[in-house]
């Protein structure tokens, strides 16, 4: 089986990539989002845009960027296309948006994740952080990661697979960390 493989949609190929994606989730798919899910955070040049793909084919996206508050990151449009779903495509994309934001300095990443998906989070060390507000008009829940965290065990070198609730039979638990070193 091919490797996956995420990175920064950089080029206009890759970012369009990103988009039809994103479109093909959220408006089309689960009209979360009416008409188009593209708004200001996607004209900041700081805005990170990631995709995952797999061979020549791009399967997935997240998108991340630093909010105005100090040390906090966001993280949203996680989609992967249908025929893609279970396949840890998800689990890399989030880690890969994760590593991203604490090599940067982050200290917490927030996300709002909808509620058919917060075990998924939580599996991968997720916390809720409040109770489950309307985005879009769908209620999600309010979900953070603490950066700061996973980086001073990893700098301590100490065993995170309990701590950041990473089961340790799941791919390569530590993965997180050794992107974060
Ligand atoms: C949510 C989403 C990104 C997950 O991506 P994925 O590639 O299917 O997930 P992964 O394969 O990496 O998941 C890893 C594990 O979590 C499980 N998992 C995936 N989605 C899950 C969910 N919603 N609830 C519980 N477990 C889930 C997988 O079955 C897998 O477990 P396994 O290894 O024991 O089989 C994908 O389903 C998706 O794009 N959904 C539509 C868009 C969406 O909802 N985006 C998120 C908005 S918050």
């Known amino acids: 089986m091919e490797r996956i493989e995420c990175w920064r949609a950089v080029t206009p190929e890759a970012r369009s990539w990103h988009m039809r994606i994103r479109h093909r989730v959220f408006v089309e798919e689960q009209?979360?989002?009416?008409?188009?899910?593209?708004?200001?955070?996607?004209?900041?040049?700081?805005?990170?845009?990631?995709?995952?793909?797999?061979?020549?084919?791009?399967?997935?996206?997240?998108?991340?960027?630093?909010?105005?508050?100090?040390?906090r990151w966001k993280g949203d449009r996680l989609a992967v296309l249908p025929g893609y779903r279970a396949g840890i495509v998800g689990i890399k994309l989030v880690r890969f948006a994760v590593s991203t934001a604490a090599e940067a300095g982050g200290d917490v990443m927030d996300a709002f994740v909808q509620l058919q998906n917060v075990v998924f989070f939580e599996r991968i060390g997720w916390e809720h952080n409040g109770p489950p507000v309307p985005y879009y008009g769908l209620l999600h829940q309010p979900m953070i990661f603490r950066l700061a965290e996973a980086r001073r065990l990893v700098e301590a070198d100490i065993p995170v697979d309990a701590h950041l609730r990473l089961p340790a039979a799941r791919d390569e638990p530590s993965a997180l960390l050794v992107t974060m070193s």
């Open 31 to 71: 009209r979360v989002i009416p008409l188009t899910d593209v708004d200001d955070w996607d004209a900041d040049p700081e805005t990170i845009h990631v995709v995952a793909g797999r061979g020549s084919e791009v399967i997935g996206t997240v998108r991340l960027y630093r909010t105005d508050q100090a040390g």
